[in-house]
């Protein structure tokens, strides 16, 4: 178990610049979900791939966020002109099929929009 | 749509003190429970997880949580607490009926264990 990871750890924008970022689950798993954290909030979900679908999207993501996971591995968050309300800890987690397997979550990415 | 509250948002304790953190889940169907933990600098963990069968469910580093069904309740507690244990607790849910497994967080309780 190599555990999620995620690139970048930090990333700063500017306004209006689009952002992509990765995450690779643990190996195997093959529900992936990606969740955003702000300063003194828990972990809220935005959308979340079993294999290479993405079966669920949250109504609260804006249609700037897309999210693709390709092969069924590695996922991408892209944020299209990004906004200042768009700086936040963006998570990934995975989880194996087994009903009821916990979320492993990776350590995020900060992204700052200035 | 299922929602999780935390009622302490900062818990100062001393070492040795015993802790108990609140978690309310508002929908009465069947769920999943979970505590994660977030150390200083570190990636969400697993702290104890509770799907069915025994109410009372112990995790790693001597913790412990409560399902009481009838106050949709899943608190956190350990007898004595350790400066080591300063970390922010998030309760989750995630509910059967979901196909996603995803988990709904409660907006965490920054605990401080001072020495």
């Known amino acids: 178990d190599t555990g999620v990871s995620q690139d970048p750890r930090h990333k700063i924008t500017k306004r209006g610049q689009n952002v992509t970022f990765r995450c690779d689950p643990i190996s195997e798993h093959n529900r992936l979900y990606w969740y955003r954290q702000t300063l003194g909030q828990g972990p809220e979900f935005l959308t979340y791939?079993?294999?290479?679908?993405?079966?669920?999207k949250s109504r609260l993501l804006s249609d700037r966020f897309s999210a693709e996971r390709p092969k069924g591995s590695f996922s991408t968050l892209e944020i299209q002109r990004t906004e200042q309300g768009d700086s936040a800890m963006y998570l990934c987690?995975?989880?194996?099929?087994?009903?009821?397997?916990?979320?492993?979550f990776g350590n995020g990415t900060r992204l700052t929009v200035t | 749509a299922q929602s999780v509250s935390q009622h302490n948002h900062h818990v100062i304790l001393s070492e040795a003190a015993s802790l108990e953190l609140g978690c309310n889940y508002s929908?009465?169907?069947?769920?999943?429970l979970f505590w994660y933990v977030q150390y200083p600098g570190q990636h969400l963990q697993l702290l104890l997880k509770y799907f069915s069968g025994d109410p009372l469910v112990k995790g790693i580093k001597g913790f412990e949580a409560e399902f009481i069904k009838s106050k949709f309740s899943f608190n956190l507690r350990k007898p004595s607490v350790q400066w080591s244990d300063t970390a922010e607790y998030f309760c989750?849910?995630?509910?059967?009926?979901?196909?996603?497994?995803?988990?709904?967080f409660g907006s965490g309780t920054r605990l401080l264990v001072r020495p």
């Open positions: 929908y009465g169907g069947t769920v999943n």
């Open positions: 791939f079993q294999n290479e679908a993405q079966l669920e």
């Open positions: 989750a849910v995630n509910d059967w009926m979901d196909s996603s497994y995803k988990l709904i």
């Open positions: 987690a995975s989880s194996s099929g087994q009903e009821y397997s916990p979320l492993h």
